[in-house]
Structures are given as C-alpha cells and as structure tokens.
C-alpha cells in the first residue's frame, strides 16, 4: 500500500514538474520550509508521550482507572486530554485497561479524550490553525469526550 502511494505522489511531481518546473520547485521549496518547523515539534511531542508513559507504572495505572464515579471519570478524561495518542496505540492500550477491569464509560471518555483532545499538540495545531480555532475544537472535542463516555456507561452497565 505504502508503496502505490509513493508512487502515485512521485508520479504526480513528475507530471507536475513537466507542467512547470518554476511552481513545482517553489512548491517543494514551501513544503520543506513546513516539514522542518513540523518534525521538531512532532518529536517532541512523542518523546513526551513517551517518557510519561515510560515513567508511570502499570499499577498506578490500575488504581486510576479503579477510581468510580464522577471524580475518576473527570481524572482519566483529563489525562487523556494531556497524553493524546494515535489510535493505532490509543485502542491497544484501552483493551488492556479494560482486561485489569476499568469501567467501559470511563475508558470510553478515556479514548475518546486520548484520541481527539490534544492539550500537548494544541500549540502545534494552533500554530497552523490559529488560537481561536484551536480553542473551541479542543473544548468541543473534550465535552463529546464526556457525552459519548456517559452514554457508554448507559449502554454498557
């Protein structure tokens, strides 16, 4: 698969270099210029996801997710709004929580918030979008967070 993609986008720069090869280099000027202010703050980011999960261990993890009621579930969604995660690890991690016996309404909140919050990336994604977008796309990401882990908890208890 990673491989027809690449060949489609060197295809495309290749069809687009013969179009005219003064606005392909201007564009591939511009996209360097983007990738270099972008790779240092990615990595950032992943060391620090990183170390805090590398630091934290599995049994504080158990007593967090074993807290009930609204003060455990407010605590996990907030870590989940500062951690944030792809997906591909996000899922993993949340079945295992769910196997050391976390409540399905608060590793739904949990994922959710992990997932679609992004208190560690928001400076990153306000630096391309703007403070003001970022701001209300992370406050409406963290109330559907709440809402969609209530709503597990209805379905799922």
């Known amino acids: 698969m990673w491989a027809a993609f690449y060949g489609l986008a060197t295809a495309a720069l290749v069809a687009s270099w ?20 972008l ?9 620090l996801v990183g170390l805090v999960l590398a630091f934290v261990p599995p049994e504080v993890l158990r007593r967090l997710f074993a807290i009930r009621g609204l003060v455990g579930f407010a605590l996990v969604s907030a870590i989940g709004a ?3 995660m792809p997906g591909p690890i996000a899922f993993p991690l949340v079945g295992s929580l769910a196997r ?3 409540a399905p309404a608060t590793l739904a909140a949990f994922v959710t918030t992990l997932t679609m919050v992004g208190i560690v990336t928001a ?13 209300i796309r ?3 990401s963290f109330v559907t967070a709440i809402v969609i882990g209530l709503l597990m908890g209805v379905f799922l208890t």
Do not use: C, N, W
């Open 138 to 140: 992370q406050v409406l």
């Open 39 to 47: 790779v240092p703050r990615i990595l950032g980011m992943v060391a």
């Open 82 to 84: 500062i951690v944030t």
């Open 18 to 37: 013969r179009v005219d090869p003064k606005r392909t280099r201007e564009a591939l000027k511009i996209g360097a210029r983007s990738m270099h202010g």
């Open 123 to 135: 400076p990153v994604e306000a630096s391309y979008f703007g403070r003001r977008f970022t701001v």
């Open 100 to 102: 050391l016996g976390a």
